[in-house]
């Protein structure tokens, strides 16, 4: 089955604990991308990769890092964590060939506190 | 830059009432545009697109038209049911050298039996 996974689902952490947010996908896409979705804004993309070692900036990367070593992972790393990105978070992929092609794909989210 | 804008939430109808979510943007190409669903406790996931001028998207009796002389993609059902409550969202790519998606800030559906 096509899909993006995510873990852990749910993450209740303190503030300045480093954590890591998994994401997989088995649909060989080259793009993948984190969001994060917050009450009256939307989605909001944090950071993407256009294929594997090639990763930018979003609209709103502060505090986030990535790293895309193989294609079918795309982690989501939060050094010192703070309260403000108490927030649920979405990773997605597309195989990004333009036209038909740009559907994305999203895994089931991650809901994560921050204390 | 590209944006989209969404009808304001929540929305309360009643089971077989028509139902219209409006989405209107801006974009500096040449957009293709989406309707994605977001049902309680899941992930976002596509519900039609469009990806020219005068294209009309459907699926699962949803529908909607791009065009481009008013930049809108309203979404439209004839008759909802309880099971199509939740959030949607309107969402735009400009191609280029990547395909970033701007997304609206969605729209919070409530079907009431």
């Known amino acids: 089955e096509a899909q993006v996974t995510q873990n852990p689902r749910y993450l209740i952490t303190v503030t300045g604990k480093k954590l890591t947010v998994t994401c997989s996908q088995n649909m060989n896409h080259e793009y993948m991308s984190w969001y994060r979705q917050d009450p009256g804004l939307g989605l909001r993309q944090i950071y993407y990769s256009m294929n594997v070692e090639v990763t930018d900036k979003g609209d709103v990367p502060e505090g986030y890092k990535v790293s895309r070593k193989e294609k079918r992972n795309f982690p989501l790393i939060l050094e010192s964590p703070s309260p403000n990105q108490t927030s649920l978070y979405f990773c997605a992929s597309s195989s990004g060939q333009g036209g038909d092609y740009n559907e994305q794909f999203f895994g089931p989210g991650t809901r994560l506190t921050v204390l | 830059g590209d944006s989209v804008t969404q009808m304001e939430g929540p929305v309360t109808l009643s089971e077989e009432a028509f139902l219209t979510i409006n989405c209107t943007y801006t974009?500096?190409?040449?957009?293709?545009l989406f309707w994605y669903v977001q049902y309680p406790g899941e992930g976002l996931q596509l519900l039609l697109k469009a990806t020219k001028a005068d294209d009309k998207g459907s699926n699962k009796g949803f529908e909607a038209t791009y065009r481009k002389e008013t930049t809108s993609f309203h979404l439209e059902k004839g008759s909802v049911q309880v099971s199509d409550s939740a959030v949607y969202f309107c969402?735009?790519?400009?191609?280029?050298?990547?395909?970033?998606?701007?997304f609206g800030t969605g729209t919070k559906l409530q079907v009431i039996p």
């Open positions: 974009a500096t190409g040449y957009p293709s």
């Open positions: 969402a735009l790519i400009v191609s280029g050298g990547y395909q970033k998606v701007t």
